[in-house]
Every structure is written in C-alpha cells, then in structure tokens.
C-alpha cells in the first residue's frame, strides 16, 4: 500500500462520504446490481461450506491469564468471568430470556493474556503448521520429487514462519475477546505486544531475534492503516459504532508475519467487514507461482464492489481502497518489492509471483472515496535500508540512530517504544533523522472523513509443493 497519495490528493479530498448512496450517481446499473448480488449469495455459499484442508492446532499448552491495571471508566484489560457475564444478564430482568437465548448461540468472549513462551508449550520446538491449499488453476502442477527437496531445504525458515504464526494466532484471540467499546488503545497495544514477547521470547526490549515486526495498528473508521497510539493518546477509546482494523505483526529471526482482521461494533456494518475478509480469501485462494498480480486484483475488486451496506439510513457499494496494496515479505523486510494490486488497472501488468515467496495480502473495503492520502499524526517509522552518518552531525541524533539500529535493524518501530527504552523526548532527533533521510514516517493512511474502512490480512508461503497460509486460524 504505497502512501504516495501526495500532496495532489489531499487537495481533492471530498468532506463527507455519501457519494454512493445514489446508484445513479454511482454509474450502476440494474443489471450489474444483480449480477454483483448474484456473486455476493455465491461467495456466502462457499465461505459456508466446510473447509477441505487441516484442522488448525491452534491450542498449545493452557495460557495462565495475567491481569493489567485497568484504568478508570475504562472497561478492564482482564479477562471477563462466567459469574461477570451471569451478573450482567441477571440486571437486564425485562430480557432476560432474550439475553439466555443470545449467550447461548453466541460463541464465548473471553481469552487470556496469552503468557507462557511458545517453546514451552511446544517442548518438541516444531510449530503448528498453517492452512494448506492445493494450487489451483494455473498454478496446479504435480508434486515432483525436485519439488520435495526444495520443500526440505526451507524447513528451518518455515518452522520460523509458524512459530511467529502461532504467537499472532495466540494474542490476537485475546485482542478480539477484549477489544470492545470504551476499551482505551494504548493500554491495548501495550498489553498486547508485552504478550508476543513474553510468549515468543523476545530478549528484553530488543526485536531482533524474535518478536514484534511492527507497531500494533488499531486504525479506527476512515483511518485505513498505520494508526498506533503515541504517548499523549493514552485517552483514545474505541467508540460505539466503530470499526476498528487491528493489524499486528510478529517474527522470528526475520520471518515476518503480516496478519490483521476487523471488528465492527455496530452491526450495519458487519457486510464492510465481510467484504474485506472474503476478498483476502479470494486473493489468497488466486495465489500460485505464475499467478499475474494484476488478475488477482481485479477479482479483489469484484468481490469487495458485490458487497453493500446500509450505515445510519445511507446505503454505499463498497469499493476497494485502490492506492493500497499487498507486498512480498522478506528478511527483516516488510515491503520486499512486489506488491499485490486490491484493484483492476492499479499496479504492474505483467508481475508473476514466483515459487518460494512470502506474500502478505491485505484488502481493504470502504464506504468512502476509496482512496488514501497521508494525514494525522505519525506513529510508526522504519529505519532506511543503508542510512549514511554524512548529514548527521548531532549526536543526540546519532545516538537515537544507533539505537535504532541496535533494537529494530529495517523493523519498524513506534514513538511508544522509543519512550519505553528511556529515549525521553526523541522526537527532535527523530525528526533530524526522518531529514537526513535516515528514517522514514509512515503516517496515518486515511480515506474521506466519516467514511468506514474494513481490512483483512494474511500471510502464506509459495511452497514448492503448497500454499501454506501461515498466519490462518479457526477465526479467519
Ligand atoms: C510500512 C511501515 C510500517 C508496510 C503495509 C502494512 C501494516 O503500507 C508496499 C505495500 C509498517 C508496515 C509497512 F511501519 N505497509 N502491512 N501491515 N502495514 S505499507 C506497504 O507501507 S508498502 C504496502
Ligand atoms: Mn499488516
Ligand atoms: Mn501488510
């Protein structure tokens, strides 16, 4: 997802978002409603339908629950009790049955703070392995004993890849069992990324080894990515009636894995957040060696555009943000060249993926413009690839550069976890560094305000002989 909406584009952002609650408007014919509407039912069908590939064995040792402080007003960080949720049900006597017919169709909403380390609850150090899928179409080939070999040869960078894996599935099933209305985000992602280094085993502060591959997104609304509370937001709340994208990301010796989901707290806008989660399964059931990254992007486009949703008496098709994009992963890399198109016409015509490689495909739907531009203030930074000391004179600036260095090489880092390693008031260097062209900012990425923005996002690996999707799990 380049930011390189510039300048240009801010200009031309729109006030508000209704532009599509008049298909006419909107250029959409009756014939194309119904052809979308057609393929919408389609895709419910089959992301009903049971899946054809290995139960996930998500479930390692039993995580004990650590309980953090919560703060005033706030609903608690710890987890909520059976005898919490009777108490809740018993005040609400006028439902009471409605409130015991709901608890019971409703899955449980409570998980611990995942703590025990990973190679403690796997003592054999061999991870679970992801989703596999079979290539299809034209990637489909037969599995040679070439093709094996090459498998063999990838075994120690995969059981990274899952261990990392195991780490993402683990906090974010306690970030969607706690995320919810009134929940304040920075005690969130601070909760949330002392547990993937607890559990993934990070040596103390430093990410270099194993631990987070960058700052935990909770993007709210119209804010489509990179959104991380700085120190000074400790107050940001999720709102009723938001949507929130949290996009985490962990490692294990430089193997990255990119996942994010959404959750919408108003149920209007349960379709944007299916829109975006079928679109990533489509991207990534398209997936292959071979496979033309502008013809995955075209599908993504369709399935996002068959999907409407009714918000506050408006209705919008959603269209895909189409200035975002999926990106090829690799060592100590989050963005490795390539990037996978979420739209027709909008990237390189002629990209193939290739065997071997390490995606992260990430769609995103809006009720918006569908398109980004950088606004707000910037949380999240990555070191560039070979900075040069020449015009960095001060050395307050060179010794947050080294800093850097020593604790994220190319990761990306946010301001919170400069403070927390003792870098007080760093932002005067950070902003000498970010001049010098020695770091980069990756501000907030926005579509039109009081618009909604869904994403989903996975992880898989081109294996010689499948398609492993890393970072799946029994929740997308
Ligand atoms: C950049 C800086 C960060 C990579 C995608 C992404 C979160 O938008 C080519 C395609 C963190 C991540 C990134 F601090 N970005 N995935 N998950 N953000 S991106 C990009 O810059 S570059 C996408
Ligand atoms: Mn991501
Ligand atoms: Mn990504």
């Not at 018993?90 to 017919?101: I, L, S, T």
């Not at 995320?179 to 270099?208: A, D, M, W, Y």
């Not at 989050?334 to 495909?361: F, N, W």
């Amino acid at each position: 997802m380049e930011a390189g909406a510039a300048a240009e584009e801010k200009k031309a952002v729109e006030p508000v978002a209704p532009q599509n609650a008049d298909e006419e408007a909107e250029g959409v014919s009756a014939a194309e409603k119904k052809r979308l509407k057609k393929l919408r039912q389609k895709q419910k069908k089959e992301s009903e339908a049971p899946a054809q590939s290995e139960a996930l064995p998500t479930d390692g040792a039993a995580s004990a629950a650590v309980p953090v402080t919560a703060a005033a007003a706030a609903p608690s960080l710890t987890p909520k009790t059976e005898a919490d949720e009777d108490q809740e049900e018993a005040g609400d006597d006028a439902h009471a049955g409605e409130a015991k017919k709901k608890k019971k169709n409703k899955k449980k909403k409570t998980a611990p703070l995942p703590s025990v380390p990973l190679s403690k609850q796997f003592p054999t150090l061999q991870f679970p392995m992801g989703r596999i899928e079979e290539y299809s179409g034209d990637a489909r080939r037969p599995i040679t004993e070439e093709a094996r070999e090459r498998d063999r040869l990838n075994e120690g960078m995969l059981n990274d890849l899952r261990k990392a894996a195991e780490a993402h599935r683990q906090v974010r099933r306690w970030a969607r069992a706690t995320c919810r209305p009134g929940v304040k985000l920075f005690e969130f992602v601070e909760t949330l990324e002392n547990s993937i280094r607890t559990i993934i085993e990070s040596q103390g502060l430093s990410h270099i080894e194993a631990g987070i591959a960058f700052p935990t997104g909770v993007s709210l609304n119209h804010v489509a990515a990179h959104f991380t509370p700085n120190p000074g937001d400790e107050n940001v709340t999720v709102g009723e009636g938001d949507v929130i994208k949290i996009d985490i990301g962990t490692h294990v010796h430089g193997r990255i894995v990119d996942s994010a989901f959404s959750m919408s707290f108003n149920p209007e806008l349960d379709p944007l957040v299916e829109a975006s989660r079928e679109a990533t399964n489509t991207g990534v059931r398209l997936a292959g060696p071979d496979a033309l990254l502008r013809d995955i992007g075209a599908e993504i486009e369709e399935v996002i555009k068959s999907y409407e949703v009714t918000v506050g008496g408006k209705t919008f098709q959603c269209k895909p943000i189409r200035n975002l994009n999926g990106h090829l992963l690799g060592p100590y890399t989050i963005h490795a060249g390539k990037s996978v198109p979420i739209a027709a016409e909008s990237g390189d015509t002629t990209t193939r993926m290739e065997e071997g490689e390490l995606y992260a495909i990430e769609t995103f739907a809006s009720t918006g413009r569908g398109l980004v531009v950088d606004d707000g203030e910037c949380s999240h930074y990555m070191m560039a690839p070979n900075p040069s000391l020449a015009n960095i004179r001060n050395p307050k600036a060179r010794h947050l550069l080294a800093h850097i260095q020593q604790n994220y090489e190319t990761l990306a880092f946010c301001n919170r976890w400069l403070d927390t390693a003792g870098e007080t008031r760093h932002q005067l260097q950070l902003r000498a560094l970010i001049e010098a062209r020695a770091v980069n900012p990756y501000p907030p990425l926005v579509d039109t305000r009081g618009s909604y923005v869904s994403q989903h996002e996975q992880t898989f690996l081109l294996r010689p002989t499948c398609k492993e999707i890393i970072s799946a799990g029994d929740d997308y």
